[in-house]
């Protein structure tokens, strides 16, 4: 039988722009106490286990909740503005920020730029739904105005490499519901301060026996440079036999110079294959995934970080 022909991938990479023009960290500048609570560790850090990291995050989002509460009604602006004292999706947010502080969509570039695009998303389309009239007619519309802002706030996050899925509900939120839509474009320092509370009582809490964040904008190189995470090319017939036998063959690359991470903490560089088993394949350095297997950006950089703890 023929074999079916493959869909063309379609992708944009935008970190290709950003990541030549976006400076590097500035660790070797600042003070070692203070670079290890912005995220910066001079050597590994150890597993603590299941039980320390529940209680941090019930220490932190406890902390974090109260504090963005207190500082909103304390701001004279919020009330004359009628601005709740929290929006209802940073609590999704905090579970993010204090348990799950490993995963891409914890990380500030994911918390600030994706909230932001929520926000600026969700009162643009509200406005536009004004547009054609409020009262009954606008109610008769909200529920689509709602799916359409989600919408285009997660296929935005997407193309940027900023999702984070709490700013789905920030975006469905400043649509459908009447106290945030009656902030209007206020909406958008409403959020950026909710989020910077909040990651700083992360930088805090999750830095006393954790780390916090892994990476502040990017796990790649922050210089012109081929992706760390790379599928062997369909046309190359050697790409897949080579990325198969020469996994356990001498040492892996050495680590980037210039990287948006402590490189010394992390460990190699990972080298990510194809090869023709149906499994995916995780060792020190090395990623192997079948060829047909297609993976986010997410997904690429949770098994890269995998590859970097073992």
């Known amino acids: 039988m023929p074999r079916p022909t493959a869909h063309h991938a379609w992708n944009f990479d935008i970190d290709r722009y950003l990541n030549p023009i976006v400076p590097s960290p500035p660790w070797r500048v600042i003070p070692y106490p203070v670079a290890h609570f912005l995220g910066y560790r001079r050597t590994k850090p150890t597993n603590t286990g299941n039980v320390m990291p529940a209680f941090w995050a019930f220490i932190g989002i406890f902390c974090a909740i109260i504090i963005v509460q207190v500082v909103s009604m304390h701001i004279p602006a919020f009330e004359s503005h009628h601005a709740p004292a929290i929006v209802g999706s940073f609590g999704a947010t905090a579970v993010l ?27 643009g389309v509200a406005k536009l739904f004004l547009l054609g009239g409020g009262g009954a007619r606008f109610a008769g519309v909200q529920y689509v105005g709602g799916a359409l802002a989600c919408a285009a706030t997660t296929a935005l996050m997407a193309l940027t490499k900023t999702v984070h899925p709490p700013a789905g509900a920030t975006a469905l939120l400043a649509v459908v519901d009447d106290r945030l839509l009656g902030l209007g474009w206020f909406l958008v320092p409403v959020m950026m301060l909710g989020c910077a509370l909040m990651v700083a009582v992360a930088l805090v809490v999750n830095n006393i026996e954790r780390r916090y964040p892994v990476y502040w904008w990017t796990p790649d190189a922050l210089r012109p440079k081929e992706p760390i995470l790379r599928r062997a090319k369909e046309e190359d017939p050697e790409s897949a036999p080579a990325s198969a036998t ?50 986010t950006q997410e997904e690429a950089q949770l098994l890269e970080t995998l590859s970097r703890r073992l």
């Open 97 to 123: 920020e204090f348990y799950a502080i490993e995963s891409p969509l914890a990380q500030p570039r994911n918390t600030f730029l994706g909230q932001l695009l929520a926000s600026v998303i969700g009162v």
């Open 246 to 295: 020469t996994t356990n063959e001498g040492p892996p690359p050495p680590p980037p110079e210039d990287t948006d991470h402590d490189t010394a903490a992390e460990g190699p560089e990972v080298a990510h294959c194809k090869h023709d088993l149906n499994e995916v394949v995780i060792r020190p350095g090395h990623v192997l995934v079948p060829h047909d297997m297609f993976l």
